[in-house]
């Protein structure tokens, strides 16, 4: 149980041009969705939260206009990078819980991440 | 926010022995203690878990101690395997959100 699946695996994109990276919550409702990014030989950095049904909470620094998040359901979330440029190449991880906020965290599933090149 | 410490960055093992990673954090609020393994290019994957109302949790080989007082827990990894070569990121967080460390290399030597 609680498997998260990321689409796509790996995806090579020119500068300029917009990426959709989909997280889904295979057999358990996700009500919290986290994206995070991982330089090579780096920590998991967290960019957004989000929740089902309301915005992304954004981490200080992240655009929010160029990281678009949408958790439409308790099974998808979608983060898509606009304008993409070479400095945005990296791995992108979602995981999924079913903790909301202000209670003792559940546990955090991670997708198998996402490779992105922008040439 | 919260802050995670992790040492050390690399650790290397002869197969057989122990391995013990620990971190620190900094926000006596955090109430959540996961433990991830992460292999080359994979999904990191919980390996073991505490809260803060246990001192200590064990899963066979692998067991997490936790200091709420001192605000630092460590990962033990006993009898250790190749198998068990990977990046360890320990984790602390409340109310929904984790701040990871750095990473730890584990190496064990055949």
């Known amino acids: 149980g609680a498997v998260v699946s990321q689409h796509p695996s790996w995806v090579i994109c020119k500068s300029g041009t917009s990426v959709k990276i989909e997280c889904r919550s295979l057999d358990f409702q996700a009500t919290t969705m986290f994206w995070y990014r991982q330089f090579p030989k780096q920590s998991l950095m967290l960019m957004a939260t989000s929740n089902e049904g309301s915005k992304a909470t954004y981490e200080q620094g992240v655009e929010k206009d160029k990281f678009l998040i949408n958790h439409a359901s308790l099974t998808l979330s979608t983060l898509t990078v606009t304008s993409a440029h070479p400095e945005d190449s990296s791995f992108y991880i979602c995981?999924?819980?079913?903790?909301?906020?202000?209670?003792?965290?559940?546990?955090?599933?991670f997708g198998p991440g996402t490779r992105l090149t922008v040439l | 926010g919260e802050n995670v410490e992790q040492h050390p960055s690399t650790l290397s093992v002869q197969e057989g022995d122990s391995a013990v990673i620990k971190c620190t954090y900094s926000?006596?609020?955090?109430?959540?203690f996961p433990w991830y393994k992460q292999e080359l290019g994979k999904r990191p994957q919980l390996i073991i878990d505490i809260r803060s109302n246990v001192g200590e949790k064990k899963d066979q080989r692998i067991a997490v101690t936790l200091n709420k007082t001192a605000k630092h827990f460590s990962l033990h990894i006993t009898e250790t395997q190749p198998e068990d070569s990977a990046v360890y990121y320990c984790?602390?967080?409340?109310?929904?959100?984790?701040?990871f460390g750095k990473g730890n290399q584990v190496v064990v030597i055949p």
């Open positions: 926000d006596s609020a955090s109430n959540y």
């Open positions: 995981s999924a819980s079913t903790g909301t906020s202000g209670r003792a965290l559940d546990t955090q599933y």
């Open positions: 984790a602390a967080g409340g109310n929904n959100r984790l701040a």
